[in-house]
């Protein structure tokens, strides 16, 4: 799945949880309850590069905007959400330009493991999944403000 769902998914999980902690460990159980989720992928590394380059740099901009857009007294547990929610993936960045992945062995199999049903014919539901959860936390955002 896309980093940049992800970090919308921990968004939610962050405002939702009590605490950073909570909001941490919501946030990695959300990234791998959506891994399971059919979604785009299985493609070739050299195709998937150009694609995880913009995703992850949508997903820094997805951080900042959520950042300033949340209320002081609840920026820390939605960044640790959001944090928590992209974290699994900093495998891909780890092995393509550190040449390893972060995490010990079980945790990349468990994480591979459970992303069997990717497609490469599921970018549109991936967008739509982000411009959706994007449209939720919006709404959510803007009531918390008030
Ligand atoms: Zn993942």
Do not use: C
């Not at 769902?5 to 941490?24: I, Q, S």
């Not at 590069?49 to 920026?75: H, N, Q």
């Not at 699994?88 to 992945?101: C, E, I, M, N």
């Amino acid at each position: 799945m896309l980093v940049t769902n992800h970090v919308l998914a921990g968004a939610l999980v962050g405002l939702a949880a009590p605490g950073p902690v909570t909001a941490f460990v919501g946030g990695v159980a959300s990234h791998f309850a959506l891994d399971v989720v059919p979604h785009w992928g299985d493609r070739p590394i050299d195709e998937v590069m150009p694609i995880a380059m913009a995703d992850g740099l949508t997903g820094l901009g997805v951080i900042a905007v959520v950042w300033r857009s949340t209320p002081p007294g609840r920026r820390l547990r939605v960044l640790a959400g959001m944090a928590g929610a992209s974290v699994p993936d900093l495998d891909k960045p780890g092995t393509v330009f550190l040449g390893a992945s972060p995490f010990p062995r079980f945790v990349d199999d468990f994480h591979a493991r459970i992303q069997t049903r990717e497609s490469s014919a599921r970018m549109p539901q991936e967008l739509l999944v982000g411009v959706g959860t994007a449209a939720v936390l919006a709404l959510v955002l803007r009531r918390v403000r008030r």
